[in-house]
């Protein structure tokens, strides 16, 4: 199971719905502009405002979809990458000891 990909998708997946909706606010406001029921400058303040409260509320999203994701990947039993590299050390300690050994014989 490739997390990483996983979680990217995700993440891609709400940037993208978060790109429409603010694509969709700005065309909303331009019409009203247009329409003559909002100034330029209300229509700014507002595209602005709502786009810091997105930008705000994606960033809460995307850390809890990281703890979300960390629970589930607990859950499963994948190890996280810090024991995989301690992992990957002893590994590493105990090839070099059998070698050691096997030259040893050899001698």
Do not use: H, Y
């Amino acid at each position: 199971m490739d997390t990483s990909n996983l979680l990217r998708q995700l993440l891609m997946l709400g940037v993208g719905t978060t790109s429409l909706v603010a694509e969709r606010v700005k065309q909303m406001s331009e019409e009203l502009v247009r329409d003559g029921k909002l100034d330029p400058d209300q229509a700014k303040g507002f595209v602005d405002d709502f786009m810091s409260q997105i930008n705000v509320d994606q960033k809460a999203v995307e850390k809890q979809m990281q703890r979300q994701v960390r629970n589930i990947m607990q859950d499963l039993g994948v190890p996280r990458q810090s024991e995989m590299d301690e992992l990957r050390g002893r590994l590493d300690r105990l090839e070099r000891q059998l070698r050691d050994l096997e030259n040893k014989d050899w001698r």
